[in-house]
C-alpha cells in the first residue's frame, strides 16, 4: 500500500516569487492537512481539506492556500515568499475524523533566498 | 488556545533502560491524543492513538497514559533500543477534525 506522497522534496525559491506543493494521500483517505515545521515554532497546523472543502484552518496568513481535488490530492499555494516561509511542510491524510491514525508524507523543504 | 508542552527536550540514555517522556497540554477539553516519532530528514510516524474516552494504549514495548483532567500524557518506552533514537512529538486534537496541536518534542539517543 503506497504510502503519502509529497512533491516536489526539494524547493528553493526567492523572495516575493509563488509557490505550489503537492500532496496525494493513501489510497482512500478524504482527509488531507498541511503543516509547517521549523526549529522557532514547530509543527503548526496550516489548514485540513475534507471531501474538496476546507475544514479547519489554522492562524496562517492569506499568502497561504490550498485546495483539493475529487481525488482527494492536494495542493498548497504560498504567495508572494518571505525568508521567514523557509520551512519544512508536512502533510498528513487520514480516513475522515482525528479518531483516524494520521499518516505523514516525508515533507518539502522549502528554501527562500 | 491550546499548547502543548514536553520534556525533556532530550534524553539520553543506555541501552536497555526503561524510560518516560511526558506531554501536558492547557486545556483539557481534547478530543484525542497521539504520539509520534519523527527520524531525521523524514516525516511523521503515529505510535499511539488514545481516544479521550481511554486511559492508555499499548503497543509493543510502548504504552502511553492519558489523565485529561490533568491535562497530561506520558510515554512509556521499555528496554530501549538504538533503533529508538528519534524525535517524540504529542499531538491534540481539539474537534473531530484533523487539527492537531502539537509539542516541540523530545529528541531521545539511545546509546549503545
Known amino acids: 500500500k503506497a504510502g503519502v506522497t509529497q512533491t516536489p522534496r526539494y524547493l528553493i525559491k526567492t523572495r516575493g516569487q509563488q509557490v505550489t506543493l503537492s500532496c496525494s494521500p493513501i489510497?482512500?483517505?478524504?482527509?488531507v492537512s498541511w503543516y509547517q515545521q521549523t526549529p522557532g515554532q514547530g509543527l503548526q497546523f496550516l489548514f485540513e481539506?475534507?471531501?474538496?472543502?476546507?475544514?479547519n484552518k489554522g492562524n496562517f496568513p492569506g499568502r497561504f492556500s490550498g485546495r483539493q481535488f475529487s481525488n482527494s490530492r492536494s495542493e498548497m499555494n504560498v504567495s508572494t515568499l518571505e525568508l521567514g516561509d523557509s520551512a519544512l511542510y508536512l502533510c498528513?491524510?487520514?480516513?475522515?475524523?482525528?479518531?483516524?491514525?494520521?499518516?505523514f508524507g516525508a515533507g518539502t523543504r522549502l528554501s527562500v533566498l | 488556545k491550546q499548547e502543548v508542552t514536553q520534556i525533556p527536550a532530550a534524553l539520553s540514555v543506555p541501552e536497555g533502560e526503561n524510560l518516560v517522556l511526558n506531554c501536558s497540554f492547557t486545556?483539557?477539553?481534547?478530543?484525542?491524543l497521539q504520539w509520534f516519532r519523527q527520524d531525521p530528514g523524514k516525516g511523521l510516524t503515529s505510535l499511539l492513538l488514545?481516544?479521550?474516552?481511554?486511559r492508555e494504549q499499548t503497543s509493543g514495548r510502548l504504552n502511553a497514559s492519558l489523565d485529561k483532567s490533568s491535562g497530561r500524557s506520558t510515554l512509556y518506552i521499555a528496554a530501549s533500543q538504538p533503533g529508538d533514537s528519534a524525535t517524540y512529538l504529542c499531538?491534540?486534537?481539539?474537534?473531530?477534525?484533523?487539527?492537531?496541536?502539537f509539542g516541540t518534542g523530545t529528541s531521545l539517543t539511545v546509546i549503545p
Open positions: 481539506y475534507f471531501s474538496e472543502t476546507q475544514r
Open positions: 488514545i481516544q479521550s474516552s481511554q
Open positions: 489510497s482512500g483517505h478524504r482527509s
Open positions: 499531538a491534540v486534537s481539539v474537534n473531530t477534525g484533523n487539527q492537531f496541536y
Open positions: 498528513a491524510s487520514s480516513f475522515g475524523t482525528a479518531k483516524n491514525i494520521q499518516y
Open positions: 486545556d483539557s477539553a481534547i478530543y484525542n
